[in-house]
Structures are given as C-alpha cells and as structure tokens.
C-alpha cells in the first residue's frame, strides 16, 4: 500500500487533521513529508498502526489521549484518560492569573483540582514563581507533577487530598481552579469525545453543578491572605449564581471575563481584609 492509498482509506473514515496525526504516529512523516513522500510503500507495521490507531479513534478515544499530549498556553502537556485534556478556554484563567498576580510582590499561588497541571505549569512558567498545585486523584497529580517539572525545571509543591483540605494551615494571595462544573443534563448534551474523559472532571453536584465550586468558595477565605483573590472557572449559564456565592462569604471587586467565544468563563473575587 502506497501512503497516498492509506491516506484516502484514512479519509473515508475520519477527518483531515486526524488522519495527518495518524499517520505522523503510525510513520514518523511530518505534514510536509506526507506530501512530498505520498507514492512511498507503507510497510505492513506501518499499515497495521495505522488501522489500530484508526480503530482507537473510531471507538471514540479522543486524538490527545491517543497521542498522550496536547498543547495549551504554548506548551505541550502529557495526558492520558486519568486526567481532562486542556482547553483553549481555559487559557482565559491563566490569563486572568497572570494579570491579577501583578498586585503582588511575589505571589503565592495555587491551582485546585490541577488535574493536568496545565494552569500551575502555564502560570509558573509566565511568572518564574512556584505555584502549587492539588488534586484529589493520585494520578492526575502524578501527571500534573511530571507536567509541572518538565515545563518550569522545578519540582512542584503538589499535595494529594480534596479540595482544600491539603492546604490546612496554608495561606495564598491568589487561589485559581477549574474545578468540575457541569450538571448532569449539560453533560449528557456533550459530545462522546468528552464522555471519554474522567466523568469526575465534569460533573460538579446539584442541579446547577455548583456544589464543589460552593464548597471552595465557602472554605477559601481562611486560606486566602488579605485582599487574596479567588479565580474560577465556570460556565457562562452559572455567573449570576456565582456572583452571589461570592458576595455572601465577603468577596469584593468582582469580576467575570470572558473567553475566545466571547461568553463569560471566567469569576474572580477579593477577599475583604
């Protein structure tokens, strides 16, 4: 079989961007190389890689667990299906990080529910100051610390546990997370690539999927410092509600931002002093 043979069986099962990504794993040709070399033979090892590679994806395995990585904020993350791939969205809390680090000298940071690690990495890496980092599940964290070293150099302040309960004693200026949001009617609407991700990762409790992110706002003002701010990601649908939740345990200068699509993803809080 020739690799522009395998290429037009490729297609006829699965769009362009993925069959280039197929057949750079399954042959090791770039996209320049898949043109240039399209009449060379693939070998049968080759081809059987291909087809498995094609037959994992049509099963519903999404391209970034297939590939073990996925690239965010200019990085490449490694990941596998014990943690949720990383947004473009997602940058808009790394953003928002960043800029509202610039109230402090230096400050101390930490991404909840790092999952990936994609934001304590992101935002380490940005401002060449350690954030630490938690999740509540030993693999993910084993991957967020891996993330974390091979982007910054450093090894990370990673902790094990739920929510904040690893933080106990500990004070930040600025608390970021991206914590499970959706509510299970949101979540059955998603596509099945999502439903290949932790289930974990998504569903956040209650009708509204609010209940982890109410339980993080109601615990973070004993570990936040005067004027520490509390950043979350959430849905657009959720930003009212969320307002108010912040209002009620004291936060101040609220404020949404919105992501790439222009809808609100993004809340941030002061605490009082």
Same mark, same amino acid.
């Given at each position: 079989m020739r690799l522009s043979e395998l290429r037009r069986e490729l297609l006829s099962r699965i769009d362009q961007v993925d069959a280039r990504i197929i057949i750079r794993l399954a042959t090791g040709l770039d996209e320049v190389h898949q043109i240039t070399e399209s009449n060379m033979e693939v070998t049968e090892e080759m081809e059987k890689k291909a087809f498995s590679l094609l037959r994992e994806r049509l099963s519903g395995t999404p391209m970034a667990y297939i590939m073990g990585e996925k690239e965010f904020y200019g990085h490449t993350f490694r990941v596998s299906p014990a943690v949720l791939i990383p947004r473009p969205d997602t940058e808009t809390l790394v953003d928002t990080?960043?800029?509202?680090?610039?109230?402090?000298?230096?400050?101390?940071?930490?991404?909840?529910?790092?999952?990936?690690?994609? /934001? %304590?990495?992101?935002?380490? #890496?940005?401002?060449?100051?350690?954030?630490?980092?938690? +999740?509540?599940?030993?693999? $993910?964290?084993?991957?967020?610390?891996?993330?974390?070293?091979?982007?910054?150099?450093?090894?990370?302040?990673?902790?094990?546990?739920?929510?904040?309960?690893?933080?106990?004693?500990?004070?930040?200026?600025? /608390? %970021?997370?991206?914590?499970? #949001?959706?509510?299970?009617?949101?979540?059955?609407?998603? +596509?099945?690539?999502?439903? $290949?991700?932790?289930?974990?990762?998504?569903?956040?409790?209650?009708?509204?999927?609010?209940?982890?992110?109410?339980?993080?706002?109601?615990a973070s003002p004993a570990y936040l410092s005067p004027d520490g701010i509390l950043a979350l990601e959430c849905d657009y649908r959720q930003m009212g509600i969320c307002v108010n939740l912040l209002e009620k345990e004291g936060f101040t200068d609220i404020h949404t931002v919105r992501d790439l699509a222009d809808k609100e993803r993004v809340i941030y809080g002061r605490r009082l002093p």
């Open positions: 990080v960043i800029r509202l680090s610039r109230r402090f000298s230096k400050p101390r940071i930490l991404d909840l529910c790092t999952g990936s690690g994609a /934001i %304590a990495a992101s935002v380490a #890496y940005e401002l060449k100051l350690p954030v630490a980092l938690s +999740d509540i599940s030993p693999e $993910a964290l084993d991957t967020a610390k891996a993330n974390y070293k091979q982007i910054t150099g450093h090894d990370a302040d990673a902790r094990l546990g739920s929510l904040l309960s690893p933080w106990k004693g500990c004070t930040f200026d600025i /608390i %970021a997370s991206n914590p499970p #949001y959706l509510n299970e009617e949101w979540y059955i609407e998603t +596509d099945q690539d999502i439903k $290949a991700e932790p289930l974990s990762a998504f569903i956040g409790g209650g009708n509204d999927g609010l209940d982890l992110i109410r339980i993080i706002i109601e």
